[in-house]
Every structure is written in C-alpha cells, then in structure tokens.
C-alpha cells in the first residue's frame, strides 16, 4: 500500500510565502519523478513543478522564479516553497509521484496521487 500525503497548506495573503510538503510512505523500491499540480474551481488541473530523482527541475511559466520544488530523498518527501504568492495561485495543490515497485520477478511502475491540499491567496 502506497500514500502520498500532503500537508502544509493553508491561508495567505497576496506576496506571502508558504511551504507544502508531501511524503511517500508505504512499501516500494524507489521513487522516480516527483511533482506538484494544481486545480483552481472551473479549471483543468495542471502542472506547478516537477523534480527528477537526480534533482533536475521545471516550473510552468506562471510561477517561475517565485516557486520552488525540492525533495528528500532520505525522507521520501517532495516540497514546494511558494513565495510572492499572488490570488491566481488559489487551487488545490496535489503532489504527483512515479513509485517502483515489485512483485515477484517482476517491476512495476506507477504515478500515485496525495489528496490535495488547499492553498488560499487573498486579502
């Protein structure tokens, strides 16, 4: 059984800062790319910012400069440091993981999902 759970989230007002986190627990063999996404209400949901297993990272446009993704790799954990934080950056935030795993002979890999947590900007 594999999780990922968020936490972190919360009300802000417009140009403050605020940290989500997201751990992986269960039982799996290592952890691949790591990601942030988000949903705003009415909105599909998209990428915030993903990081690779060996630290490369990328931000969607909209947030470039202002956030940014880490990972522990020790504690299984994905962060997302967000500052100068601006009202369109209200949604959901949902962390995105790719999970190995086996079973027997064989591997599998599979992207898993937290629950989300919400993160408010407003005045």
């Known amino acids: 059984q594999v999780q990922l759970v968020e936490s972190g989230g919360g009300l802000v007002q417009p140009g403050e800062s605020l940290r989500v986190s997201c751990a992986a627990s269960?039982?799996?063999?290592?952890?691949?790319?790591m990601g942030w996404y988000r949903q705003a209400p009415g909105k599909q949901r998209e990428v915030v910012a993903t990081?690779?297993?060996?630290?490369?990272?990328d931000y969607a446009d909209s947030v470039k400069g202002r956030f940014t993704i880490s990972r522990d790799n020790i504690k299984n954990t994905v962060y997302l440091q967000m500052n100068s934080l601006k009202p369109e950056d209200t949604a959901v935030y949902y962390c995105?993981?790719?999970?190995?795993?086996?079973?027997?002979?064989?591997?599998?890999?599979?992207?898993?999902w937290g629950q989300g947590t919400q993160v408010t900007v407003s005045s």
């Open positions: 990081i690779t297993s060996g630290g490369s990272t």
């Open positions: 995105n993981a790719k999970l190995t795993r086996r079973s027997g002979p064989v591997f599998y890999t599979d992207a898993y």
């Open positions: 269960g039982t799996f063999l290592s952890i691949n790319d």
